[in-house]
C-alpha cells in the first residue's frame, strides 16, 4: 500500500491541554476551592450549553447531504472533537484534584499551598506571589503553581526565613517578608 494513504496514529494527549504541566508523579493535584468551582463551571457550560448547540449544527448540516465540502458540517465536528477533548481533560484533573482551603492556615506565618507570600530578593526588590493549583495559576496575576521553583523554595518557610532558589541566573538567596491567608468565608 502507498505510504500516502497510511493514517497517522492519533496522540490523545490531554495534559498538552491550555500548556499546562502534568501533574508530578504520584503527586496530587492541589486546587482551591474557587479554583475548583471555577474548572466545574467551564465543564458543565461545555456539557449543558456548548456541546447540544455544536450537535445540533452538525446534525443540520448532515442532513443537507454532501458532507465532503460542507463547511458547517467540517468544522462543526473539528469543533466537537475539541469540546471532547476539553471534557476528557476537565474530567480528569477534578478526579484527580485534592481540594484544599487556604483559609484554614489564616493567621498563620508560615508558607503553606494557598498563601500570598511577598518575599525580598538579594537586590532588595520586593516580590508579592500567590501559590496555587496548576489549573488555576496565572502569572499575569503574580499567582504561581505549588510545582513551581518558586513555590518549592518557598513552601514551609516562615516570616524571617532565607531560602535558596535555583534561577536561570544561579543560587540566590530570597527572604520571607510576609505570609496571609484569606479568611474563612460565613457558611
Known sequence: MNKAFTREPTVDNDEDEAGLPPIPAGGKNYITPQGYARIRSELLQLID????KVVEIVHWAASNGDRSENGDYIYGKKRLREIDRRIRFLTKRMELASVT???????????FFGATVTYEDELGNAKTITILGIDESDSLNAQVSWVSPIARALLKSKVGDVVRLQTPAGMQDIEVIQVSYPEKSPD
Do not use: I, K, M, Y
Not at 482551603?101 to 508558607?111: E, I, K, L, M, N
Open 49 to 52: 450549553e456548548e456541546r447540544p
Open 101 to 111: 482551603d487556604p483559609a484554614v492556615h489564616f493567621g498563620s506565618d508560615q508558607v
